[in-house]
């Protein structure tokens, strides 16, 4: 399974019923589609990114199953961790295994749960989106039956879309919640990766984390700024061109031109006669 699960649950007597909220290894080929899932389309790149990572870390974040009595599982949540499960070639996957009846057990066992004092901020978001999908709570009702601000049960839930190498960084201590909250700020995947390790590798405090991603993205800021500003220029210095171009074609030519000076003209044209036409006045330039 990778250091995935091992990372971020405690091993589970395999032999024993899961109560409520508890974990299990189950076999994949046992698992019943959710009915009632009413997404249908899975982006195949992002699910093969995944299975790559469930390859190499394991699965970060079980799924949830019902217990059909018979043997099989109906799958609750997370079927795009079963697919890419399936994908990265595994035969079971852990899973939070629910019985019919179970809805007010689970919502108590997980409140209950979130407050204890040993849990990482990891543990806390997986407990959150848990009553979250499975016992319906909104954001708002979620804050009132945990004791906590909405923003910060948002904050909790947010750390959940971080890559996977730093859900793990969290687990293991490599960097804190505040560490964390900096990079969500980033929006790519690979930027937030790479500062990971910088943090890691460099010790950095929380300050020096902000510091360093503030001037990161004002640089970025600054380069998107000259970018734009370049391309208004270059629009500016051929828009004479363009309009010379439209009025001698009678049509709505369009100049495309890159930053780098690179580009191509454009003009359009709603028939043959139109095309024709055009035909004729680039031969009366030629002759």
């Not at 859900?167 to 804190?176: A, D, M, N, V, Y």
């Not at 390790?197 to 984390?209: A, F, G, H, K, M």
């Not at 629009?235 to 780098?260: P, Y």
């Not at 024709?276 to 002759?287: M, P, S, T, V, Y």
Request: charged fraction near 30%.
């Amino acid at each position: 399974m990778g250091r995935g699960l091992g990372a971020l649950i405690d091993d589970v007597d395999k032999e024993r019923p899961a109560a409520a909220g508890g974990i299990l290894e189950v076999e994949i080929e046992k698992i019943q589609a959710n009915p009632f899932q009413p997404r249908t389309a899975f982006d195949e790149e992002a699910l093969q990114e995944l299975a790559a990572s469930i390859r190499e870390l394991g699965i970060i974040q079980p799924i949830s199953v019902r217990d059909m009595g018979d043997g099989t599982y109906q799958l609750i949540s997370g079927e795009r961790r079963l697919r890419a499960a399936t994908l990265a070639g595994l035969t079971t996957i852990p899973a939070y295994v629910r019985t019919a009846d179970d809805q007010a057990m689970l919502e108590m066992a997980l409140v209950e749960n979130i407050q204890r004092e040993d849990l990482d901020a990891i543990e806390i978001a997986i407990s959150y989106q848990r009553l979250i999908e499975e016992c319906h709570l909104t954001q708002e009702t979620l804050s009132e039956r945990v004791g906590k601000k909405r923003s910060t049960v948002a904050n909790y839930l947010r750390l959940l879309k971080l890559p996977a190498e730093i859900q793990l960084g969290i687990r293991e201590g490599k960097i804190t919640m505040g560490h964390a909250r900096t990079l969500i700020n980033v929006d790519d995947p690979a930027r937030q990766i790479e500062l990971y390790y910088q943090i890691v590798d460099e010790e950095l405090s929380v300050r020096q984390t902000e510091d360093l991603v503030r001037r990161m993205m004002n640089r970025e800021l600054r380069r998107t700024t000259e970018k734009e500003k370049k391309k208004k220029e270059i629009a500016e210095a051929f828009s004479h061109l363009r309009e010379g171009l439209a009025q001698l074609f009678g049509t709505d030519v369009q100049v495309r031109v890159n930053e780098k000076g690179k580009g191509k003209i454009v003009i359009p044209f709603a028939s043959t006669e139109e095309l024709e036409e055009i035909i004729e006045k680039f031969d009366k330039l030629n002759g």
